[in-house]
């Protein structure tokens, strides 16, 4: 039963043709590779509900690879809020101007929500601005399609074994792995207008709400389960990252944005690109709230609204506000708790 | 009061070797406390440059211009950046800016692992 990987390269945004060759180069490659299904679509974070290339997407069912020019973090999560799910694939590809030093420490265990109705197969995306030659990704796309395929034979083996019946086909899961449908390759390359708007990183999102109350642009919503969701993304102001900065554990990204924290870098790994340092040079020193307030005001104006500066949808932060000595009602209420009643 | 200005090592240590070096106003111009006057790119970083005193810009160091590896090498001696008149009165002492990086080293940690 060899079941093939899907590989999905997501291209550049315009056409550079620097950036082109590598795309054509990495895909030509992999397509002398043995058992990958190997498919192009445009810059996947542009794809509306509506695009041939989102719809193919959605129709993968088994174990995938996003190649694209994205930060991983970005795209995995770009595509678990168009409901295409699955778990955290890691990939060993490494920038090749990344420090060494880099893992300084463990990061610590994710206190996010994370997401929800997750599949058991794994989602790999791979940043093109690693690497300026299609090596590195052709070894770490077989590298991933053997941990694929002994993570099935693992599951295989603990899986009971199944009675088989004579003459009755048997219809296990496997079954939805089969393509759905074929697309036709032009029509996966549509082209994509150009958006704008925050995806949720929620293996940080601790659902403060934050956010929804920043935003006066109705961006944010809430799911049926009381979950922050990007309800209405194209509401979005091109070019704001404001709600990205309120955010207390930088779980927003803004994947088009200029500075690679708010793009979706890992933190501690910036890569190749370079350090902005002009806030220690002494550039205007705005914190990130000052900062996000500025933005949305600019937004809010430009809208003929009103401008409200620090007056709306800013939280008091609890663990700014100085600690106060209990009084006697505190003391009460504390009791209360304990008093199990 | 005419003032040399240039990197100090901690700066040049953040930076590391500078590629290139840009200014946006020239020798005669008068500039405010803080104001941009230039970019600087180097093989870790990028900023922008700001005056450190209002006043009015003498001279640039067009030694630096051509060749920035000054700046790595000399950077109190003849990597020098520009000259300016003004009032130093607002500037800090060795002593003083010594603490001011003690006091920031924490935020500025942040800045470069990637956090805003």
Known sequence: ?341 | MQLRLGFTTYAVRLMQDVYFIDWEVSGGDAVALKQKVGHIETSKAMSDLFAPIAGTIVQFNGQVLNDPSAINVDMYGSGWLFEMTGADAETLSVQEYHAFLEAGWEKTQNMLKGHM
């Open chain 1, 1 to 341: 039963m060899a079941r093939r990987l899907t590989v999905v390269l997501s291209q550049a945004q315009g056409k550079h043709p620097v950036k082109r060759a590598l795309e054509e180069s990495v895909v030509a490659a992999l397509l002398m590779e043995p058992g990958l299904d190997v498919s192009v679509i445009p810059y996947l974070y542009d794809l509306g509900p509506d695009h041939t290339g989102r719809m193919f997407l959605e129709s993968i069912k088994g174990d995938m690879v996003i190649v694209s020019w994205l930060f991983p973090r970005a795209a995995f999560w770009v595509l678990d809020r168009d409901g295409i799910k699955g778990q955290w694939g890691e990939s060993q590809l490494k920038s090749a101007h990344a420090d060494d030093d880099e893992d300084a420490g463990e990061p610590a265990p994710p206190k996010g929500i994370g997401a929800l109705d997750v599949p058991e197969r794994h989602i790999y995306c791979l940043d093109l601005r690693d690497y300026n030659q299609h090596d590195p990704y052709v070894n770490e796309i077989r590298r991933i399609a053997e941990e694929c395929k002994q993570r099935r034979e693992q599951k295989q083996a603990q899986r009971p074994p199944a009675m088989v019946q004579l003459g009755i086909n048997l219809l296990n899961g496997d079954t939805a792995e089969a393509p759905a449908k074929t697309f036709a390759p032009d029509q996966l390359l549509q082209t994509a207008g150009r958006r704008w708007y925050p995806v949720i990183d929620y293996s940080r999102c601790t659902n403060c709400m934050e956010c929804i109350d920043f935003c006066l642009f109705g961006v944010y919503g809430v799911d049926g389960q009381e979950r922050i969701l990007v309800e209405n993304q194209d509401n979005c102001k091109k070019g704001c990252p404001a709600c990205s900065r309120v955010c207390p554990e930088q779980a927003i990204m803004f994947p088009d944005y200029k500075s690679p924290a708010i793009a979706g870098a890992p933190v501690g790994a910036i890569g190749n690109l370079k350090i902005d340092l002009t806030r220690l040079f002494g550039g205007a020193d705005k914190d990130p709230l000052a900062q996000a307030v500025e933005e949305r005001d600019r937004e809010l104006v430009a809208d003929g609204r009103t401008a409200v500066g620090t007056t709306v949808g800013l939280a008091k932060r609890q663990d700014k506000a100085a600690p106060k000595v209990k009084d006697d009602l505190d003391n009460l209420m504390d009791q209360l708790d304990a008093m199990d009643l």
